[in-house]
């Protein structure tokens, strides 16, 4: 299974970004699946997730201003990055629980890098 991620880049303050997430491979299904950002000289936290009924759940400092979905025919999740603050620069991983034969196995993406100039 991988996660492929796309859509960083570059964007000035107040900006908007869309980033998405793909899973390929041989599963079962995808049960969670989210984002988490790693900014420079911080730990990585949590962005924002999605779980296998469409709950989600977010960070206090992204809620209002960024939305998490899915798409399950896609295996496809998306991160929609509004009003977006300096803060928000790193680098952002997406994850999912996948269910495969035995169990449930944990995955992420290589990371894609937003930058935000103020």
């Known amino acids: 299974v991988q996660l492929q991620a796309y859509g960083g880049g570059l964007v000035q303050a107040g900006g908007s970004l869309r980033l998405s997430c793909a899973a390929s491979?041989?599963?079962?299904?995808?049960?969670?699946i989210g984002w988490y950002r790693q900014a420079p000289g911080k730990q990585r936290e949590l962005v924002a997730g999605?779980?296998?009924?469409?709950?989600?759940n977010y960070a206090d400092s992204v809620k209002g201003r960024f939305t998490v979905s899915r798409d399950n025919a896609k295996n496809t999740v998306y991160l929609e990055m509004n009003s977006l603050e300096p803060e928000d620069t790193a680098v952002y991983y997406c994850?999912?629980?996948?269910?495969?034969?035995?169990?449930?196995?944990?995955?992420w993406g290589q990371g894609t890098l937003v930058t935000v100039s103020s």
């Open positions: 999605i779980a296998g009924g469409s709950s989600t």
């Open positions: 491979g041989t599963f079962l299904s995808i049960n969670a």
């Open positions: 994850y999912a629980y996948i269910a495969v034969i035995g169990g449930t196995t944990e995955h």
